[in-house]
């Protein structure tokens, strides 16, 4: 769109043959209004063109259709979309959305539809915490409702959701989340199955950041931890499964992993059983590259320690693979003498 309140708004794509004719276009319409703030309270005025040299305005996507031509002139539509916000008191929340596959719901919203998403809001005015969903119904065509959710939070945090409430048949499904001081989940505990029984898993975090997981428990005593962080990265250096096996990672100073080692390799001192070597800088001669950047990973063979599966990938200057080597054993057997291994390198990509 070419207004500067409206400007970067999609307004149609399409897909054409080389002859300029359609197969499948979606185009998108919109609506414009003016707001004025009171405090935290938003008022929106729908205007036809925006116009103005220091007004605010709300831009929201109104309707969206889905055509199909298939290189007719004419085409039919597939599907339609089309979006309700919350205008007055609120700040432009998205109110309800309609959907439909039969092409009778109009630009306006107006027709029929297969289902109805409604949304309803929370906020708390005194902390500025605005646009928190509270109830999600999905009501079909036909009037039934297929869908319901409601949530509940801490109101004296943005992102505090305490408990998530779903239709499930004649009953609902209930699972709850607790906060600790700094705003991490230190409990979520999950809807309860036939017996009454809930799942649940409590998180423990360390105490430098207090904000990287380092221990995990569940409700039937497993347990699995992660320590020894590098905090420039928010990397846990060494993990513990639920099985109580140790794995160690070792990264370089840009945050990459060099290797990893797994509980075989911490039991019997080998280095890694997966390792990566980077060499980002390509090698530039009077022609342009000579070498382009590459790197290698190397896995340990248990049966042939000295020697790793290494596979060998290069990349162009926009880090996609441009070609990947990997180890290889020929064998190769003439007549008359027994057949020979020969090491090779397995090449696919360009040159």
């Known amino acids: 769109m070419s207004t500067y309140y409206a400007q970067g708004n999609e307004l149609s794509t399409s897909v054409e043959d080389a002859e300029g004719k359609k197969y499948t276009e979606t185009r998108n319409e919109y609506d414009g209004y003016y707001l004025s703030a009171d ?8 205007q036809q063109q925006l116009c103005s040299d220091r007004a605010s305005a709300f831009v929201p996507l109104r309707y969206t259709a889905s055509m199909q031509y298939e290189g007719q002139t004419n085409g039919i539509t597939t599907s339609e979309a089309w979006n309700e916000y919350y205008l007055t008191g609120y700040h432009g929340e998205l109110k309800s959305y309609k959907f439909s596959d039969k092409g009778k719901l109009g630009e306006n919203g107006t027709g029929g539809f297969d289902y109805q998403t409604a949304i309803q809001y929370t906020s708390n005015e005194g902390k ?32 505090h959701i305490t408990q998530i409430r779903r239709q499930l048949g004649s009953g609902e499904a209930v699972s709850d989340y607790t906060y600790d001081a700094y705003g991490n989940i230190t409990k979520t505990m999950l809807p309860a199955n036939a017996k009454g029984q809930r799942m649940w898993y409590t998180y423990r975090y360390e105490p ?6 380092e221990r995990i428990d569940d409700a039937f005593g497993y347990r699995s931890e992660a320590a020894n962080f590098d905090y420039r990265y928010g990397m846990a250096l060494r993990r513990m499964d639920l099985n109580h096996f140790y794995y160690e990672t070792e990264i370089d100073n840009l945050g990459r992993v060099k290797a990893v080692r797994g509980p075989n390799e911490l039991a019997t001192g ?63 057997a003439a007549k008359g003498s027994a057949p020979k291994d020969e090491t090779v390198m397995i090449v696919s990509g360009r040159n």
């Open 128 to 159: 500025h915490i605005f646009g928190l969903p509270t109830d999600v119904t999905v009501t079909g065509g036909d009037g039934k409702t297929y869908h319901h959710v409601t949530a509940t939070y801490d109101m004296n945090y943005a992102d």
């Open 39 to 46: 405090g935290d309270k938003y008022t929106f005025t729908k």
């Open 208 to 213: 430098v950041m207090n904000m990287y997981v």
């Open 270 to 332: 080998v280095p890694y059983i997966i390792a990566f070597d980077y060499q980002p800088k390509a090698t530039f001669g009077t022609n342009g590259i000579t070498a382009p950047a590459y790197a290698v990973t190397k896995h340990y063979d248990i049966q042939h320690p000295s020697d790793d599966m290494e596979t060998v990938t290069f990349v162009d200057g926009f880090g996609r693979p441009i070609q990947v080597k990997k180890d290889g054993v020929v064998t190769t």
